[in-house]
């Protein structure tokens, strides 16, 4: 016999079995009737469960199933959710960080379930394990992404990731050439095939794919000056080598070309034509692009990024990545001074806070002269009277003034 049921639990009944069986309709989905299946050993426990689940209708939320896993819900949402909304690569990056960094900790939790103090254990089993913190930190970033999708479908209630702490990164001080060095490095470079290509990696800082993804439309003239619009970057994926589109206003830019530049990129002109011509059938540029293979075809980034520490090494400058080239860049440009929003702008940073994170340790003299201003202007008259000092005699006892770009 079936026990009568008090108003707002859904049907309620005992099977023969003894267990309590609890429903409530969910209405019309997809032209079919739903409706939420729960159990318990208890009546009181199966009111419960209902009465928790008509508030997660109340509040616009789809129940899932109770036994849905982290694991199950993650690889339908590498699988289906989201293809074509993200380039390629960033997919590979997801896919990667929940087969390897999340499932194996959290996945067989019920997403339901699923609490902050999980997602902080997580990142501590990675660390346990080795895992640097910025392989925790996309771990986390990827969870929360996937999480927030089931956030706005409403199949959760809250994004946990985005509560529980994130691995804090630590802040290494990038090397960076010295003037004298980077002038060996483009004396080393000269004549070589892809001069060009490592000379603006040195003067622009341009990134790995970004100099691979210039095409000679991108070299424009702009009134009295040349231009380089860097609007694309060549990437490796599981689909290949291909060029495309930067995803960011910010990483988007155009910038000037000095004289110098703009021979180098001539004489490249000069010699990729010779190239060409002599391939003939063989040649295959269909981008235009400036850096090629000796048949025209797009080059393997990561081959084209072992080539930096293979010529800096011959050159006697020791082991150097092409990103420190581009640290570089940012570097030669703070120490002659240039305004700080003017660096980021040529760095493509998503915003100045990201160059002054990296690059702030390098402007003491961008803080000296801060302080020399407000001097003036609030205790000049207070101090005219006294005789000047010199910086040094200025300092504390047991201070010494910042090392100079070349000291780094």
């Known amino acids: 016999m079936r026990a009568r049921r008090g108003k707002g639990e859904g049907s309620i009944y005992r099977r023969k079995d003894g267990v309590w069986i609890g429903a409530i309709e969910l209405g019309w989905i997809n032209g079919k009737r739903s409706r939420k299946v729960v159990s318990a050993l208890t009546r009181g426990e199966v009111v419960k469960r209902l009465r928790e689940l008509q508030l997660v209708i109340e509040q616009g939320m789809t129940p899932v199933s109770d036994r849905l896993t982290v694991d199950e819900y993650l690889n339908g949402w590498i699988t289906n959710r989201i293809p074509g909304t993200i380039t390629t690569r960033t997919q590979e990056l997801y896919e990667r960080a929940v087969k390897s960094y999340i499932n194996p900790s959290i996945g067989k939790l019920r997403l339901n379930k699923l609490a902050p103090s999980d997602v902080s254990r997580m990142l501590q089993d990675l660390e346990a394990k080795g895992y640097s913190p910025a392989t925790r930190r996309i771990a986390r970033s990827t969870l929360r992404r996937a999480l927030r999708m089931a956030e706005q479908d409403g199949v959760l209630s809250r994004n946990v990731a985005s509560i529980a702490e994130g691995p804090k990164l630590d802040h290494r001080e990038g090397r960076s050439l010295t003037p004298d060095q980077a002038k060996q490095f483009l004396r080393a470079v000269k004549g070589h095939r892809h001069e060009a290509a490592y000379v603006l990696a040195l003067s622009l800082g341009l990134r790995r794919g970004e100099i691979l993804g210039l095409t000679w439309r991108d070299v424009d003239r702009a009134e009295d000056a ?42 490249h002109r000069v010699r990729q034509d010779a190239e060409e011509l002599v391939r ?40 150097w990545s092409i990103h420190e080239l581009r640290h570089s860049c940012a570097s030669l440009l703070i120490a002659m001074e240039v305004p700080l929003e003017v660096v980021a702008q040529q760095m493509g940073h998503a915003s100045i806070q990201v160059t002054m ?47 100079n770009l070349s000291d780094i």
């Open 226 to 267: 040349v231009v380089l619009h860097i609007r694309h970057q060549l990437v490796r994926d599981k689909n290949g080598v291909h060029l495309v589109d930067l995803k960011t206003v910010r990483s988007r830019r155009t910038l000037h070309l000095s004289r110098p530049l703009v021979e180098i990129l001539e004489r």
């Open 280 to 319: 003939g059938k063989l040649w295959h540029n269909d981008h235009e692009l400036i850096f090629t293979s000796n048949i025209g075809t797009p080059l393997d980034p990561e081959d084209f990024g072992k080539t930096v520490p293979k010529i800096c090494v011959e050159a006697g400058l020791g082991h």
């Open 357 to 403: 994170d990296v690059y702030g340790h390098l402007m003491p003299r961008s803080r000296a002269r801060a302080a020399e201003a407000m001097r003036m202007i609030l205790f000049d008259d207070a101090t005219s009277t006294h005789p000047p000092h010199s910086q040094s005699d200025q300092l504390p006892i047991g201070l010494k003034s910042r090392p």
